[in-house]
């Protein structure tokens, strides 16, 4: 069963507008990571924050974290044409319990229009 | 470095055959994770190797197998393919954890028909 849930299921902006994603999860978690895959390829790394931090940056990305509310958001900043792509949070929580593995969310299919 | 590869890039089998898919991890990466994409139920984790023995498992059928070599290599083997086996192959790679930031390979593409 899917952990995350991310919203909306799809986004369209104007290149250099900004694009924010949200993912909401259920259970505990050790970290959250949000994941970014062009064209049904593999998946790229964008950014780890785990659950003790709140917010965390990596060059036009800025990632959030609210375990209270169980949600996470991603925002891209001044989006490319090249940030055309689907996005996925995952969601890491080791129990050592031989189950342990990413739980993604079904994604958010972000084009960004010239 | 290398990333991580899979071979072959795409596969058509039929119902009822067999089919092994191979992953190379990223060197010096010793865990090798398993992942099926499908339109209907997204991204779901099968299972993780570590050290040429399976640390995690997700909830897949037994059909669904694999193994690791000591050069940390995976295979995954599908036996009796169903149509709804039908999907993208992803295998990752990392340092430690099968819930630490995973390094993705391009994946295998598999239709069974």
């Known amino acids: 069963s899917q952990q995350g849930e991310e919203d909306p299921q799809a986004l369209s902006i104007q290149e250099g507008e900004n694009a924010t994603m949200n993912c909401s999860y259920k259970t505990s978690i050790n970290n959250l990571q949000w994941y970014r895959q062009n064209s049904g390829r593999g998946l790229v790394h964008l950014i780890l924050i785990r659950s003790n931090e709140r917010e965390k940056h990596s060059g036009r990305l800025r990632v959030t974290l609210d375990t209270s509310k169980k949600s996470s958001s991603l925002l891209i900043t001044a989006s490319r044409a090249a940030d055309t792509a689907s996005y996925f949070c995952?969601?890491?929580?080791?129990?050592?319990?031989?189950?342990?593995?990413?739980?993604f969310g079904k994604g958010t299919h972000l084009i960004i229009q010239p | 470095k290398a990333g991580v590869t899979q071979t072959p890039r795409y596969l058509i089998k039929t119902r009822g055959q067999q089919v092994t898919l191979s992953c190379s991890p990223i060197?010096?990466?010793?865990?090798v994770s398993w992942y099926q994409q499908t339109p209907g139920q997204g991204l779901q984790f099968l299972f993780e190797y570590f050290s040429e023995t399976q640390r995690n498992k997700g909830n897949f059928p037994g059909r669904f197998s694999g193994r690791q070599f000591s050069n940390s290599r995976s295979e995954m083997n599908v036996s009796t393919l169903e149509l709804g086996d039908s999907a993208l192959y992803l295998c990752?790679?990392?340092?430690?954890?099968?819930?630490?930031?995973?390094?993705f390979g391009p994946g295998t593409r598999l239709t069974v028909l």
């Open positions: 990752a790679s990392s340092f430690g954890l099968a819930t630490d930031t995973q390094y």
């Open positions: 060197s010096g990466h010793r865990s």
């Open positions: 995952a969601t890491g929580m080791y129990s050592g319990g031989g189950a342990d593995g990413l739980t």
